[in-house]
């Protein structure tokens, strides 16, 4: 689970969905936002499969993007929440 080429860029926090994002097997929400220093954000942010999903943060600062603390269990469903939640970040 790599963010690549996914960091945090002026206004960002005000294009993300709101609500949750449903798709086929799995969803995405981002469910508060932290703005936790001039070009920084903390994310909280459930996805994954509808009965299992995941709770975590994800920290983007103006290098870098990653989940903060530990990373999402390696699942199929996770991993394809996980490439929405990076197409949705690098908007």
């Given at each position: 689970?790599?963010?690549?080429?996914?960091?945090y860029?002026?206004?960002l926090?005000?294009?993300?969905?709101k609500?949750?994002?449903?798709?086929?097997?799995?969803?995405?929400?981002?469910?508060r936002?932290?703005?936790?220093?001039?070009?920084?954000l903390?994310?909280?942010?459930?996805?994954?499969?509808?009965?299992?999903?995941e709770?975590?943060?994800?920290?983007?600062?103006?290098?870098?993007?990653?989940?903060?603390?530990?990373s999402?269990?390696?699942?199929?469903?996770?991993?394809?929440?996980h490439?929405?939640i990076?197409?949705?970040?690098?908007v």
């Amino acid at each position: 689970f790599n963010f690549n080429i996914v960091k945090y860029r002026n206004g960002l926090e005000d294009e993300l969905p709101k609500k949750a994002l449903v798709f086929d097997g799995y969803f995405v929400h981002f469910e508060r936002m932290f703005k936790t220093e001039d070009e920084k954000l903390l994310i909280k942010c459930a996805f994954g499969s509808f009965d299992r999903p995941e709770h975590k943060y994800i920290l983007l600062d103006k290098t870098s993007c990653r989940y903060f603390v530990s990373s999402p269990v390696k699942t199929t469903v996770n991993y394809e929440a996980h490439k929405k939640i990076m197409e949705l970040l690098n908007v």
